[in-house]
T-cell receptor, first 111, second 114 residues
Framework: GQNIDQPTEMTATEGAIVQINCTYQ??????LFWYQQHAGEAPTFLSY????GLEEKGRFSSFLSRSKGYSYLLLKELQMKDSASYLC????????????FGQGTELSVKP | DTGVSQDPRHKITKRGQNVTFRCDPI?????LYWYRQTLGQGPEFLTY????????KSRLLSDRFSAERPKGSFSTLEIQRTEQGDSAMYLC????????????FGPGTRLLVL
């Protein structure tokens, strides 16, 4: 089976740094995705990790530890427009292309 | 703009009616996925196609739901005899099928069953 857990909501201040955690339990590992979803809009791709370590893309970075079944998304220099839901997702091993999503973390950025 | 389009964007229907949604994937993508999302939850997988072949259907997809992709391009998702519990956002995504490819999502169709 597959289970993905992430906090329901977080609040942070404009200009600050926030870390959104995700833990997963899978019968095999095939990489981990992060998506951003603004209210009423489609999820948009942020990152994909398949190897351990940190991958940086501008203000956003994503970290993976396969041995711990753990990932996080790091958002730096927060802006008001970063207020959104952040979805952690994993494709089950050898089960085609579908993604299993966590419930999403609703991030509110306050001035 | 990811290039995946869905129509309609919103649909209000009465319980018991049939509804059909359309998804047009990114043109070179041969995989197409349908997901359902309710408020405060992540998307839940419903079904996916590789070209015109439907390769997997979730147990969430009751016999009232059917999806097609007749020519391997656009897809339709039909819900027969809608129920209030079908109210949700229906998301379509597409990807290439070379290994672990990123899925790109459309804007979704928001269904409200009264």
């Amino acid at each position: 089976g597959q289970n993905i857990d992430q906090p329901t909501e977080m609040t942070a201040t404009e200009g600050a740094i926030v870390q959104i955690n995700c833990t997963y339990q899978t019968s095999g590992f095939n990489g981990l995705f992060w998506y951003q979803q603004h209210a009423g809009e489609a999820p948009t791709f942020l990152s994909y990790n398949v190897l351990d370590g940190l991958e940086e893309k501008g203000r956003f970075s994503s970290f993976l530890s396969r041995s711990k079944g753990y990932s996080y998304l790091l958002l730096k220099e927060l802006q008001m427009k970063d207020s959104a839901s952040y979805l952690c997702a994993a494709p089950p091993y050898n089960q085609g292309g579908k993604l299993i999503f966590g419930q999403g973390t609703e991030l509110s950025v306050k001035p | 703009d990811t290039g995946v389009s869905q129509d309609p964007r919103h649909k209000i229907t009465k319980r018991g009616q049939n509804v059909t949604f359309r998804c047009d994937p990114i043109s070179e993508h041969n995989r197409l996925y349908w997901y359902r999302q309710t408020l405060g939850q992540g998307p839940e997988f419903l079904t996916y196609f590789q070209n015109e072949a439907q390769l997997e259907k979730s147990r969430l997809l009751s016999d009232r739901f059917s999806a097609e992709r007749p020519k391997g391009s656009f897809s339709t998702l039909e819900i027969q005899r809608t129920e209030q519990g079908d109210s949700a956002m229906y998301l379509c995504a597409s990807s290439l099928d070379r290994g672990r490819e990123t899925q790109y999502f459309g804007p979704g169709t928001r269904l409200l069953v009264l």
